[in-house]
């Protein structure tokens, strides 16, 4: 019970390693607020994780909104008294050739990817300092540190949020609020399953040979990671970014 009556906040909690975060979270004792823009899954999700004896609560909420984001915080705060954890983790893959891209998918992807993050750390922020204590997690990703065609906006908003996680350790460590983030590798949930429909299969079988590991990783494998930051464990952890790749970062490997 690492996690035991701290309030959790995981934005994009419908599916993949948000879902895992949130299931992995109330396992360990924390209350659950899994938000997410599919209001129908995440209410789905939430209710899923209640009957395992958690409390969890679903809430519809587009982070590309500020009012929506607003309204998720005041929720939490009204429903619960406080914010411990606030997990960054919804998202949109958009793809494109710089040269191509339309103005307008970058300027959707930065909106809900990045932008996102200024939202819910705007509104949540304030009631971490008055408590003294907080654990926010942002999830990264390695395109912030790797280069793959076609992804500049993707990873310009991953490498961002890395910038703002550390920006933010630095200013606010003093108040005892925490900032890291989590980069994860290719990892086996619906948004590389859409890829896959779009790309064809044989990206999987590419994308895990990108990994030392040789193969994709578990949203579980990110869950148990954000435990760990989430947790009294990690107290003297900030401006961290914590790769769970599988060795994706150590490559090229040597070959014969
Ligand atoms: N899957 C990977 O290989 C991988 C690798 C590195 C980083 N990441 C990052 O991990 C995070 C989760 O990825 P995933 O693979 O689980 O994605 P996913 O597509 O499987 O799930 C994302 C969730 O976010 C929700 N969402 C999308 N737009 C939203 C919005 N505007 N408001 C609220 N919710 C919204 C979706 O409904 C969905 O439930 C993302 O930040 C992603 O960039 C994923």
């Known amino acids: 019970m690492r996690l035991k009556d701290k309030v959790a906040i995981i934005t994009g909690a419908a599916n993949g390693i948000g879902l895992s975060i949130a299931e992995a ?5 924390a209350v659950v607020v899994l938000a997410d823009i599919d209001e129908k899954k995440v209410l789905e ?3 899923q994780i ?3 004896g958690a409390i969890a609560l679903g809430i519809k909420c587009d982070v590309g909104h500020t009012e929506a984001v607003k309204n998720l915080i005041q929720t939490v705060m009204g429903q ?9 983790n919804a998202a949109v893959a958009i793809g494109g050739n710089i040269v191509e891209m339309p103005e307008s998918d970058w300027d959707t992807l930065m909106n809900i990817n990045l932008k996102s993050v200024y939202r ?3 509104e949540s922020l304030p009631h971490m300092l008055q ?3 907080g654990s926010v997690i942002n999830i990264s990703s390695t395109q912030a540190f790797r280069s793959w065609y076609n992804w500049t906006a993707y990873a310009g908003a991953k490498g961002a949020m890395l910038a703002m996680t550390n920006q933010l350790a630095g200013q606010f460590g003093a108040s005892n609020v925490r900032f890291n983030s989590i980069s994860p590798g290719a990892i086996n949930t619906p948004m590389n399953a859409k890829r896959a429909e779009i790309e064809g299969t044989a990206f999987l079988e590419k994308s895990a040979a990108q990994h030392a ?3 994709l990783g ?3 494998e990110v869950a148990m990671t954000a435990v760990f930051l989430a947790s009294d464990e990690a107290g003297f952890i900030t401006g961290e970014d914590i790769k769970v790749d599988g060795g994706l970062c150590t490559l090229p490997r040597y070959t014969e």
């Not at 979270?25 to 004792?29: D, N, P």
């Open 45 to 47: 999700e939430a209710k």
């Open 131 to 133: 408590q003294k204590s």
């Open 213 to 215: 590991m040789n193969r």
């Open 218 to 220: 578990t949203p579980t």
């Open 25 to 29: 979270f109330a396992k360990e004792g």
């Open 50 to 52: 209640s009957i395992s």
């Open 120 to 122: 819910t750390i705007k």
């Open 80 to 88: 619960f008294g406080k914010i411990d954890i606030l997990v960054n």
